[in-house]
Every structure is written in structure tokens, then in C-alpha cells.
Nanobody, 128 residues
Framework: QVQLVESGGGLVQAGGSLRLSCAASGVTFSGYVIGWFRQAPGQEREFVAAINWSAGGTTYADSVNGRFTISRDNAKNTVDLQMNSLNAEDTAVYSC?????????????????????WGQGTQVTVSS
């Protein structure tokens, strides 16, 4: 099973930026889709963005499209989430997760229950 570690969370003012990173321990991301999800207190976990490591395709939730960018770093074996124009509604625990890239359905990767391995999460707090 893939072990994932997130980093880069913190406190930022509204309008600011943060960059999250997801690293895999002992394995590569080849053949996997890596997703970022977030969960705010009292709310359900929601999809943020995903990337197919091998094919490079990406997809985003409407709420972050145009503000967030997911990317891969082959040299570091990490998946990064660049978050710009942050607002209070982006405050949440952000987690990365992986699942084998077996489905051709984009909707499949929006569902957190389809992901097999998860990191511990990193807190992002946006002050208004």
C-alpha cells in the first residue's frame, strides 16, 4: 500500500497563496491517479483536483477551477497543489489520495470512496 505524506499547509490571509505537496513513500506514482480532497469542520469530504500521473491529465472541482493548479514533479516524485486567490471557504484539512488509473470515467475520480491510500492531511486556514 502506498504511504502518502502531505506538507505545505498553514495560515494565510484571504487573497494569498499556498502550495501543498504530496509525497509517496517507497513507491512511484506511475499508473495512479492522485487526488486532493478537503474537509471542513462539520462538512463532508469534497473533491478538489486530480491528476493522472502517467498521462498527465488533470481535473478540478468547479469551486477551485482557475485558482488551483495540480501538477506532478517527476524528479521529486510529488504531486503539488498550487492554491491562489484563497478565501475563507477554502479553509479545511487537505488530504491527498491515490487510486489505480483503471477507470476512463472522470466522475470516478471525483468520489473519495474510490481512492485506496490516504495521507494524514494538512490544515489550511484562510483568514478573512
Amino acid at each position: 500500500q502506498v504511504q502518502l505524506v502531505e506538507s505545505g499547509g498553514g495560515l494565510v490571509q484571504a487573497g494569498g497563496s499556498l502550495r501543498l505537496s504530496c509525497a509517496a513513500s517507497g513507491v512511484t506514482f506511475s499508473g495512479y491517479v492522485i487526488g486532493w480532497f478537503r474537509q471542513a469542520p462539520g462538512q463532508e469530504r469534497e473533491f478538489v483536483a486530480a491528476i493522472n500521473w502517467s498521462a498527465g491529465g488533470t481535473t478540478y472541482a468547479d469551486s477551485v477551477n482557475g485558482r488551483f493548479t495540480i501538477s506532478r514533479d517527476n524528479a521529486k516524485n510529488t504531486v503539488d497543489l498550487q492554491m491562489n486567490s484563497l478565501n475563507a471557504e477554502d479553509t479545511a484539512v487537505y488530504s491527498c489520495a491515490t487510486t489505480p488509473a483503471r477507470s476512463s470515467s472522470r466522475d470516478y475520480y471525483y468520489r473519495w470512496s474510490n481512492y485506496l491510500s490516504w495521507g494524514q492531511g494538512t490544515q489550511v486556514t484562510v483568514s478573512s
